[in-house]
RNA sequence: GGGCGGGUAGCUCAGUUGGCCAGAGCAUUCGCCUUACACGCGAAGGGUCCCGGGUUCGAGUCCCGGCCUGCCCACCA
């Protein structure tokens, strides 16, 4: 017999116990890995005993510890989890961290820095190693920060499985992944304009970069105009107003005749136009024509410039036809109609320059007019592919504002400086190192994400009704190919249109996002991550020597790796791709460990230690084979051959986090991921705040769909019929249809995907760090306990809005808190007093349970009532459960236990429940039931309590149907509650209603007279009403609950007299006052 | 510039397909330590449902136009 119940719950001191049965509940065999009672495992889904419920956790960055977001995202995902679980669903939560590659850097980086540990640039003060190992013991601190918090908060992960984005598992994975793509195609190095943070020296996707607003200046510069000279590149005569008149230049007259003439440019970003390589100008522009044939030589560099004709380039607003537009185009404002283009500093001016590039190349010095002025740390610097620097040495080695404040001094000095003008804009910042971001000329790999396996692919997973363009024209840029192999497909691919929004109308975000999508750079210039698995080599010096020439030579390299895979049983785990802008380059990729390791020992055979490469080569179990066309190989690389020092974007492994946490590509490598596969994906759901709709919900859908078969799973539950020859025992690999991998037809991550809230603090402002306002959910749990938390959390899940949470000091631990959360912990409160009560009114342990079930017969009408609705409670829950509804959810749930059962019910009952067997029966089965449905809202104080209602003995009840526990006699495994439709009693609805609204009556009338609670006072109604209420069987609850000593047909006195109308009849109460004889109140003093 | 939300009681928010008196929690006021619960019980006050039009027998809800506000995407010489 468990202890009796404190009058106050107590979260601090029930949580942690109930905590450690869950993690003790594991009853499987050894082996399993202390799942606890969440643990899942393949077997009753793959034999279609159960059917799968399973949910990826977004796997949370190791950066710091979780904040209030994450737990109302955990909060919901394991509401699903417990329910589903509850359900009879075997219910996988994969939990696990991401290792956060650029965010991760920073912070350790930030955090060795103010230690003193490190100082200077990075890459030149510390060793890769040794970074990586600091940045290893923070994760590890962070992780299990993160794991810990999960926990305390109650989330029912299978602990077993927890996984980390770079951990050996999803490590094989990565490469896997990147392999295939490299194979197939799909992974390109491109070079291209990146968004350089120049403090952290890397590349950062747009994503991860932010806007900040600045007050800047618009310069407007003069270059000067000047002849081309025909032989001599170097030399030009300027060109004069008087000339540029004779050639119709409008105004040109106004300036003095033989003075050199200019045009003005207007940049906010001076120092960029050491990079400059153009002037552009619009075609309608009428000085466009008279300035054909001329160039502009850049001030103090002397490099000459061409001008271009580009419709891209504003003409002023003066100039524009329609002056309204002029008006409302803030360029037009100004515009001065020539634009400075410096295509290796500005994205907009990397197109132009792709548009224009034969002319510029030509004009531009060494052949290439993308003229990188910066070193990686975005000072000015002639080292990256700046051949013309000379005449601008004075600005090397200066900082970008340095720099600027030079060239404007500079131009001011030689009157090439116009004027300038305040504006203020937006620019680009570095989310994690809050540097201006440098648009950066760099060689990047690229995932082709733009081909219809991938765009395609995500677009066609989305449901119909949920698209609002057709396919087709949702793809203005597809290609021939594409085009094709859509027709090639099969007409509907087993994840085509099941992909579900919820709330709909994300739906469009994520449509809109892929039909203006780009190729996503993967590389990344930093340390933590997974290393790129390819190994650039340059080799033709040597063998063009050879009389076989560049293509004998790539083909001959070709055959002799196709040799040494043969050779050395790498049997397609190396692949060797030619790059498409300079010939001598090549990469060679690695699928697996044992290839990377061979490739290291290539380099090592023609370097310093051909000796040691043999030996370890034949350790490898090579054959002589494998070694003399390893050697021949090694003669066609030169030195360099090296892996790529770039790590891969975060995302990559998040994309594969539905795939890598299941065990793929090879569940038989890792212990316990066999059959997961198949079991768990698609998994069910999706819950993640909007924010990343775009990013990571479309790269899972795309790598889900490239990399498994059509055909994987045996229990999605879009195929209830279970395929015959599916068995746990048959191996995975066997099942698969190799050839439908690669195509964008596999299945889905996940069916649904559920966007939440996110929270704000009181004044509607992101909770962050910086702003003091952030709250760890454990102050939370301190303060109000984990149920409290989640209640409110759940309850604040709307479809719409955002949530508020204002942040207060606890007043006595100091830590930030909600009074939010109140509402949470009196809720809890309240279901502890409830079960107090009944406990103390039902028959408990020693006294065996009535067999016979209780029938209706038997009920009371407020039994009935209770009855009917916890009927529609269940109902609503389970639609609402069904729909992502989470504040329906606790609505109903709060409604329920509070205003119905211990408002109404439990008052209701209170002159019977000690006599009647029956009510007691439904008085236990409706706290259970309520008690079950709560459980995936607020764990452990339903755990709790749950373990005392197994107690209690009393009658079953026809329709009710409490499934008992599967695992460890624990209520989280224990079944969802089922009430037959039969239970609902509209009739009883009613007729309680009316009760109630009589007794409510009765009360506004004793409180308008200030009447003590316990004094008894007379109801005088007419008969037919009285009758009505002996009929159904009111009467009683409307004297007890209104306080009375009778309800009578008498008239009423005419002193100390109320009047009321109830329906359509004027009652009367009586006895209000004092007049009567002092027996009341004699009594009433009695009892105290 | 494009897209998506939100503007309902003092505060934070519900209000599904148009339909009886617009709801909840907190706060306020009044009365209660009525023994499950003061983290509670009973009751009360409090709303031009942002503004202006329209559709309708009927609009917080649907349509059009404004205003305010938040977020996302694109762009910014």
């Known amino acids: ?123 030149q003060s510390m060793t890769r190693e040794a970074f990586v190992t600091q940045v290893q013991a923070f994760k590890d601190e962070y992780e299990a920060t993160i794991t810990h918090q999960l926990k305390v908060m109650g989330c029912s992960c299978d602990w077993a499985r927890q996984r980390f984005t770079m951990d050996p598992q999803c490590a094989a994975a990565v490469r896997e992944a990147f392999f295939r793509l490299f194979k197939d195609g799909l992974i390109y190095r491109g070079k291209r304009l990146v968004n350089w943070d120049p403090v952290l020296q890397t590349a950062v996707a747009d994503d991860e970069t932010e806007d900040v607003e600045i007050d800047g200046h618009f310069y407007y510069l003069r270059y000067p105009l000047v002849h081309p000279v025909k032989g001599a590149a170097k030399a030009v005569q300027p060109v004069t107003w008087s000339e540029l008149a004779t050639r119709g230049y409008p105004g040109a007259s106004e300036h003095p005749a033989e003075e050199q003439a200019w045009v003005t440019v207007a940049t906010t970003r001076p120092e960029t136009y050491l990079g400059d390589t153009a002037i552009g100008v619009n075609p309608h522009d009428p000085r466009a024509k008279s300035l054909r044939g001329l160039l502009v030589e850049l001030p103090l560099v002397g490099r000459i410039l061409p001008i271009i004709e580009d419709d891209y380039v504003v003409l002023p607003a003066a100039m524009q036809k329609d002056p309204d537009a002029a008006a409302s185009d803030p360029k037009a404002q100004f515009a001065t109609g020539f634009l400075k283009v410096t295509p290796a500093h500005d994205p907009n001016d990397y197109d132009l320059y792709m548009r224009h590039k034969a002319v510029m190349d030509t004009h531009a010095p060494g052949g290439s007019a993308l003229i990188n002025i910066f070193a990686p740390d975005a000072t000015v610097s002639d080292k990256h592919g700046w051949p013309d620097a000379a005449g601008a040495h004075l600005f090397l080695g200066l900082s970008r504002e340095e720099a600027r404040k030079k060239v404007v001094a500079e131009f001011y000095a030689r009157g090439l400086l116009e004027e300038t003008k305040p504006y203020k804009h937006t620019v680009k910042h570095s989310d994690r190192s809050k540097a201006v971001i440098e648009p950066y000329l760099s060689d990047q790999w690229y995932v082709k994400v733009t081909d219809d396996r991938m765009r395609g692919s995500a677009l066609r997973a989305m449901a119909p009704d949920q698209r609002t363009s057709s396919l087709d024209a949702s793809m203005p840029h597809a290609s021939m190919p594409s085009r094709s192999s859509t027709s090639s497909t099969p007409p509907s691919a087993p994840g085509d249109g099941e992909l579900r929004f919820y709330p709909a109308r994300y739906a469009k975000t994520f449509e809109n996002w892929h039909e203006n999508i780009r190729d996503w750079c993967i590389s990344r210039q930093l340390w933590w991550g997974h290393r790129i698995p390819v190994w650039r080599f340059s080799f033709f010096e040597s063998a063009t020597t050879s009389e076989e020439g560049v293509a004998g030579a790539r083909q001959r390299c070709a055959r002799l790796l196709i040799d040494l895979c043969a050779a050395a049983r790498l049997d397609d785990e190396l692949c060797l791709q030619f790059d498409g802008s300079e010939s001598d380059r090549a990469y060679l990729c690695a699928r697996t460990v044992r290839a990377a390791r061979i490739v290291d020992l290539l380099k090592a055979l023609f370097s310093q230690e051909p000796e040691e490469a043999e030996t370890e080569f034949r350790e490898l179990g090579l054959s002589r084979d494998a070694l003399r066309a390893a050697s021949e190989l090694s003669y066609f690389m030169d030195a360099n051959l090296t892996q790529d020092p770039d790590v891969l974007d975060t995302w990559f492994s998040s994309a594969l986090w539905p795939l890598s946490t299941l065990g793929w590509p090879d569940p038989d490598k890792f212990p316990d991921t066999k059959g997961l596969l198949e079991a768990f994906n698609p998994s069910s759901v999706l819950c993640t705040a909007r924010e990343i709709i775009t990013l990571w919900v479309s790269r899972m859908t795309m790598f889900n769909r490239y990399f498994l078969p059509a055909c994987h799973s045996v229990a999605s539950d879009t195929s209830p019929s279970v395929p015959s020859d599916t068995s746990p025992s048959v191996a ?19 069916n649904d995907v559920f966007i939440h809230a996110m929270i704000q603090d009181g004044e509607g402002r992101k909770m962050s760090k910086s702003l003091g306002n952030g709250v760890d959910p454990r102050d939370i749990i301190e303060s109000h306990g984990a149920d409290a938390m989640r209640f409110v959390l759940c309850q604040m899940t709307t479809q719409t809005q955002d949530v508020r949470m204002p942040v207060v000091a606890d007043p006595t631990t100091g830590k930030n808190t909600s009074p939010k959360f109140d509402i949470g912990r009196n809720f809890c409160n309240k279901l502890w007093n409830a079960t107090r009560f009944a406990l103390s009114m039902l028959p408990t342990g020693s006294s065996p349970a009535p067999s016979a079930a209780v029938g209706p017969r038997s009920f009371s009408l407020a039994d009935r009532w209770m009855l009917s609705r916890l009927t529609t409670a269940v109902a609503d829950i389970n639609t609402a459960l069904k729909n992502y509804q989470f504040s329906d959810y606790a609505q109903s749930l709060y409604d329920l236990l509070w205003r119905d059962f211990c408002d109404w019910y439990l008052e209701a009952i209170k002159p019977t429940i000690k006599e009647s067997p029956a009510q007691q029966a439904v008085l236990a089965h409706a706290l259970e039931t309520i008690v079950r449905l709560l459980h995936p809202i607020a764990p452990f104080i339903t755990e ?35 009430i037959a439709p039969t239970l609902r009693d509209e009739r009883a609805e009613k007729d309680f209603e009316r009760t109630r609204a009589l007794v409510t009556a009765i009360r506004e009338i004793r409180a308008k007279h200030n009447l003590p609670p316990k004094r008894r006072i007379t109801l005088h109604a007419p008969a037919a009403l009285i009758k009505d209420l002996d009929s159904i069987g009111a009467r009683s609850y409307v004297e007890s609950l209104g306080t009375l000593d009778a309800i009578t047909t008498d008239p009423a006195p005419k002193d100390a007299a109320a009047t009321l109308r109830f329906e359509s009849a004027e009652l009367t109460l009586s006895n209000l006052a004092d007049a009567a004889p002092a027996g009341g109140v004699a009594d009433t003093t009695a009892e105290r």
């Open 732 to 750: 995975p690999s066997l099942r698969r249809s190799v050839a439908s991998e690669g195509r964008g037809t596999g299945p889905l991550p996940f």
């Open 944 to 978: 709790a309590i749950w373990e005392h209602l197994k107690e209690i003995q009393t009658a079953p009840i026809n329709g009710i149907t409490l499934p008992p526990s599967r695992r460890g006699g624990l209520l989280c495994t224990a079944g969802w509650p089922e």
């Open 1 to 123: 017999m468990p202890e009796p119940l404190p009058k106050t719950y107590s979260p601090a001191a029930t949580e942690p116990l109930i905590t450690l049965r869950w993690d003790a509940a594991d009853d499987r065999s050894a082996g399993s890995g202390g799942g606890g009672a969440f643990h899942a495992e393949p077997g009753p889904v793959l034999s279609g005993e159960r059917k799968p419920y399973c949910i990826f956790i977004p796997p949370p960055n190791v950066t710091a510890a979780l904040h209030l977001g994450h737990a109302l995202n955990n909060t919901l995902q394991d509401i699903l989890v417990r329910a589903h679980r509850m359900m009879g669903f075997e219910t996988l939560w994969m939990p696990g961290t991401d290792h956060a590659g650029i965010a991760t850097q920073a912070v350790v980086e930030k955090r060795l820095r103010q230690e003193g540990t490190l100082k200077g640039p990075l890459k």
